[in-house]
């Protein structure tokens, strides 16, 4: 399908407006090859995969986006994840029976989101707090925008079984040179067309989102204006476990707690909660990781 694992980024080449759009299909299914959510669930993880790949779209970069929402509902942790190279992954966990017309509101109990821009090139970290008090997460990420970014912002969001889409506008600084001073009237001008696109990406329904190809739909939106739409960049599920990571996990556990471990079981074994990929440890590799962090040597009674 046109479009199928894309990124693509698109301009309005009168107005101070940049767009995104994404379309997730096998990145999407392998999301959730290991997982049996109900759909609900899966529905709102799609769109949080959806929106977290427009986000990271619109920011310059080396490292990793995270997303983590977290409340005391019935869903008490789900995570979304891209990379720079929009490699992606997510998870979700849930306590019992979900309502099968539930909001994002609902599901969480009122949390949090917690954004995360991990820039190992600058080796910094920036955190930024949403409250989950709208019903759907489009909602929820353009108060962010305004209130973190000062950045007018507008989403559209749709996920099913096979695929997860997502359409960003946002309002940029129309920018003014030092010679040159700001015009009122240019700026009435650009705020009118904004409001204007907003109500026209208002009404594009998830059927339309989810399967027809971008270019149309920003045709049927947008055709009295001119887009400029950019080749797309591709988008792949890639989960981030390794050997290494699991042990250095089991190393923060604690050198006696694992050692009760693999004496009660013969080794231990870690699950990746992403990929459902298992890392099994028995007695000389348990020894070896604690073994690697200690000047002290192997651990002790064990040969």
């Known amino acids: 399908m046109a479009d199928s694992d894309l990124l693509r980024r698109f301009l309005f080449e009168r107005w101070p407006v940049r767009g995104h759009f994404v379309r997730l ?4 299914r392998a999301v959730l090859e290991h997982h049996d959510y109900p759909p609900v669930l899966a529905r709102t993880l799609g769109e949080g995969m959806a929106a977290t ?12 986006l995270l997303m983590q929402f977290q409340g005391p509902g019935p869903v008490h942790l789900m995570i979304t994840e891209c990379t720079d190279r929009h490699a992606i992954r997510g998870v979700a966990r849930h306590r019992g ?6 909001t994002l509101a609902g599901l969480t109990g009122g949390g949090q989101l917690t954004v995360t821009i991990d820039n190992q090139r ?6 930024g707090v949403v409250p989950l008090t709208h019903p759907g997460l489009a909602a929820c990420l353009e108060d962010y925008f305004a209130r973190s970014e000062q950045l007018p912002t507008r989403l559209v969001l749709a996920a099913g079984p096979d695929r997860a889409a997502g359409l960003m506008l946002q309002r940029v600084a129309t920018g003014t040179t030092a ?23 208002a009404t594009l329904t998830a059927e339309e989102l989810l399967r027809q190809p971008c270019e149309q739909i920003l045709h049927r939106l947008f055709h009295e204006d001119d887009v400029r739409l950019f080749e797309g960049a591709p988008v792949f599920f890639q989960c981030a476990c390794s ?3 699991v042990a250095g996990i ?17 080794d231990v074994e870690v699950r990746c909660e992403f990929c459902n990929r298992a890392y099994t440890f028995d007695r000389v590799d348990a020894a070896r990781i604690f073994a690697a962090g200690s000047p002290a040597g192997p651990a002790p009674g064990v040969h």
């Open 97 to 102: 029976d979900l309502p099968a017309e539930a």
């Open 122 to 127: 600058h080796d910094h970290r920036y955190q």
């Open 25 to 28: 299909d096998a990145s999407w």
């Open 179 to 201: 010679a040159a001073r700001p015009d009122p009237g240019r700026e009435e001008e650009a705020d009118d067309a904004w409001d204007r696109i907003g109500l026209l990406a």
């Open 243 to 245: 050997r290494d990571r």
């Open 53 to 64: 790949v427009l986000v990271a779209g619109t920011l310059k970069f080396e490292g990793r």
């Open 250 to 266: 089991l190393r923060s556990l604690g050198e006696a707690e694992v050692r009760d471990i693999v004496r009660e079981r013969g």
